[in-house]
């Protein structure tokens, strides 16, 4: 009998609700202005959404003095921007559309709303990823320090009214442990109102944690600068499956050891099209039989509406 690979899809997997909103606002964009458009970085980390975007008109630039055409829009991608970046945008004449994500954007709100109550703010994030620039450009910086680890935590010193929060796409159970030890440290420290660590980030690693120890390999579809698609990776290995790689595309799947394998995880970054997953999955096939079984630990409905300078 031919040995069959049973592939396990973790679901939710893939777009969330401000990968699809950024992506979304780039097409109506070229849509109603025709191209080219400008975005400032990538507008969600995955190469294969900014290629595709590329071939409609987008022009990729990373930072607002590259845009040769001031005549033409320019979009914030849903990472979020320092509020340097529309002044500076409005300085220079240009007309803007900002594809923050909403969940990004309240971590904005949520950190001025500390600064002006006179608190200091510790931002747990990954140093330099535009994210963390974003969020540490809302206010002045001698109010907001970086921590990204444990022992950040411990060697943190402040004094006075401290709060705190975090980027949308940390790893859940790490960032609790830092927490813990903020807490113990600076005890009153005001937390967010509502958890940072957006439902996408919190749903994808929830689903991967369930399948990824009966699985001899897991692999996670997504960019390799993308937050939420590593921390995925993390997520199975301390899961129990040390097998655990981030592919970005067809040629890095690791084809001889899949066959090997009787059952492998699959999922997606909140950045990666579900189309790269059906892709890959039909790429394993031609090398083995497979069977599939999806495995759904939660649903998600959350959509958010478009600037309204696409809609009117
Ligand atoms: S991962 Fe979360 S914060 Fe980031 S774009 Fe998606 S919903 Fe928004």
Redesign the pocket.
Known sequence: MTKELKILLAAPRGF????DR?IEIVKKTLGKFGPPVYVRHEI?HNTQVVENLKKLGAIFVEELEEVRDRTRPVIFS??GVPKSVPKEASNMKMFYIDAT????TKVHREAERHNKNGNKIILIGHKNHP?VIGTMGQIPKENIVLIETIEDAKNLKLEGSIAYVTQ??LSVDDTKDIIEVLEKKFPGIKAPIKEDI????TNRQNAVKKIASQCDMFLVIGSDNSS?SKRLVEVAKKAGCDKSYLINFKNELPIKEIVECNKIGLTSG??APEKLVQSFISEIKKHTKISIEENTNSKES?TFKLPSSLTN
């Open positions: 969330c609700a401000g990968v950024a969600v849903a990472h994500c909403p969940l990004v994210e949308t796409t957006c439902y996408a980030t939420n909140a950045s959350v």
